[in-house]
């Protein structure tokens, strides 16, 4: 059995767009239906992808704004991240662009490992964000897409397993070969 790998991942989005409600169904299986501003939390876990284990670090951000700068503490070290908007929210959508854009502006590279989410499908007759504008995002940004909801555990796990192959993916591995690279 290959020894456990080391991902520390962000997750990061606009206020209340339900970071730590996904974050906390992933680790914990459960939802809590009350508001609770974060302003820095860690999760850990180990999971198994592809015959490979898994240290999962999970940075749950503080919610930004287009006008925040992007906190220099989750540029270095983290090999994906989580964006997240909410699908009842056109401004959380713009926020997640503009978070994007600044990621790649201040790692300096053209692509990083991101899932982009959509996050409270089950509030449907709220929505204001459509899936296909979803993916088309994504498409423009390489990232893979899913939406999700945190209160019916809807594809939350898919979100970071798909995230952990994407990081294998850029570190030029294509699943559960060795990593020897230095990334
Ligand atoms: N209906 C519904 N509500 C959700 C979902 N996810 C989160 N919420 C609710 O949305 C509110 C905000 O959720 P949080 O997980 O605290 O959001 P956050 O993005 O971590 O917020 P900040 O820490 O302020 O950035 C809470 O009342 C959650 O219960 C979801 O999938 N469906």
């Given at each position: 059995m290959?020894?456990?790998?080391q991902?520390?991942?962000?997750?990061?989005g606009y206020?209340?767009?339900?970071?730590s409600?996904?974050s906390i169904q992933?680790?914990?299986?459960?939802?809590v239906?009350?508001y609770?501003?974060t302003i820095?939390?860690?999760?850990?876990?180990?999971?198994?992808?592809?015959?490979?284990?898994?240290?999962?670090?999970?940075?749950?951000?503080a919610?930004?704004d287009?006008?925040?700068m992007f906190?220099?503490q989750?540029v270095?070290?983290i090999?994906?991240y989580?964006?997240?908007y909410?699908?009842?929210?056109v401004?959380s959508?713009d926020?997640?662009k503009?978070?994007?854009?600044?990621?790649?502006?201040?790692?300096?590279k053209?692509?990083v490992?991101v899932v982009?989410?959509g996050n409270?499908?089950?509030?449907h007759?709220e929505?204001?964000?459509s899936?296909?504008d979803?993916k088309?995002?994504?498409?423009?940004?390489n990232?893979?897409?899913?939406?999700?909801s945190?209160?019916?555990n809807?594809s939350?796990?898919?979100?970071?397993?798909?995230?952990?192959?994407?990081?294998?993916k850029?570190?030029?591995?294509?699943?559960?070969k060795?990593?020897?690279?230095?990334?």
């Amino acid at each position: 059995m290959p020894a456990a790998k080391q991902r520390k991942i962000a997750v990061m989005g606009y206020r209340s767009v339900g970071k730590s409600s996904l974050s906390i169904q992933f680790i914990e299986g459960q939802f809590v239906d009350s508001y609770d501003p974060t302003i820095e939390n860690t999760f850990t876990k180990t999971v198994r992808v592809n015959s490979q284990d898994y240290e999962i670090r999970l940075m749950d951000t503080a919610g930004l704004d287009e006008y925040s700068m992007f906190p220099s503490q989750y540029v270095i070290d983290i090999h994906g991240y989580v964006l997240v908007y909410s699908i009842t929210s056109v401004k959380s959508f713009d926020v997640v662009k503009s978070i994007y854009n600044k990621l790649l502006d201040i790692t300096g590279k053209v692509q990083v490992p991101v899932v982009l989410v959509g996050n409270k499908t089950d509030l449907h007759l709220e929505r204001q964000v459509s899936t296909s504008d979803g993916k088309k995002l994504a498409k423009d940004w390489n990232a893979i897409f899913l939406e999700t909801s945190a209160k019916e555990n809807l594809s939350v796990s898919d979100v970071f397993h798909l995230l952990l192959s994407e990081i294998e993916k850029a570190n030029g591995n294509s699943g559960d070969k060795p990593n020897c690279s230095i990334s």
